[in-house]
């Protein structure tokens, strides 16, 4: 993805939306990018427009929602690593959609029933809001390199900006629980054992690690 540390660095969460349509090109670009990653990562992934009713449940009232009358529905065949394969591809979105001038938020629980359509032996892992942000959303507090990775002085530079980037992914509840240690070239990703949707910001993670260091320098462990 080009750019890729630019849409990183100015993506946040957004919960309050303009009431505002998605253009047809706009929506044309990011249904093309959704097609592309679905064969990629063995996915189900669709984009749901001018849909007001999945956010104005009282859950989503809950969650501080405003004018959400788009979203993302992260879908896929069940399997043990579906929610990493939701949170890498997902977060792929979400990056081009903040390159269309889109805002979103990766949303678990407070929405009510979306209009994807689920398929037997598929299930619906996730949602992300979508659409004009009344605002560009905030920076939010970050952990130091240390406290997530065996960052040294002598690390290569790949792995210095692929941990500045993962530092800069979004959690479930801001909750950074996971872990990245290079051994060569070789990069283990990890998760903690205690949390809300960590196998998804695992996901979403490595996804923001492989964009700031470069697929091609290195290889998960």
């Known amino acids: 993805m080009e750019n890729a540390m630019e849409w990183i660095r100015a993506r946040h969460s957004v919960r309050q939306y303009l009431d505002k349509p998605i253009p047809e090109a706009v929506r044309e670009a990011l249904d093309a990018y ?20 999945c956010f104005s449940a009282r859950m989503a009232r809950y969650g501080r929602f ?11 065949k ?4 579906l929610e990493e394969r939701c949170g890498f591809y997902g977060e792929m979105l979400v990056l081009k959609a903040q390159s269309l001038g889109l805002n979103t938020c990766w949303v678990a629980l407070t929405h009510g029933r979306s209009r994807a359509v689920v398929g037997a032996g598929e299930r619906e892992v996730i949602l992300i809001s979508l659409g004009y942000g009344k605002t560009q959303g905030i920076p939010r507090r970050s952990k130091a390199a240390s406290e997530v990775s065996n960052l040294a002085g002598d690390s290569p530079e790949w792995f210095k900006r692929g941990v500045e980037a993962a530092l800069l992914a979004p959690t479930a509840v801001n909750q950074q629980r996971f872990r990245l240690e290079r051994d060569g070239d070789r990069v283990a990703a990890k998760t903690g054992r205690i949390g809300t949707q960590l196998k998804v910001d695992l996901g979403i993670v490595k996804c923001h690690f492989e964009l700031g260091a470069g697929r091609e320098n290195f290889r998960w462990a």
Do not use: H, S
């Open 78 to 81: 069940k399997a043990p690593d």
């Open 66 to 76: 405003e004018n959400a009358k788009n979203y993302i529905a992260l879908v896929g």
């Open 34 to 53: 959704a097609r592309e990653l679905n064969a990629a990562g063995g996915l189900n992934m669709q984009v749901i427009y001018d849909e007001p009713e």
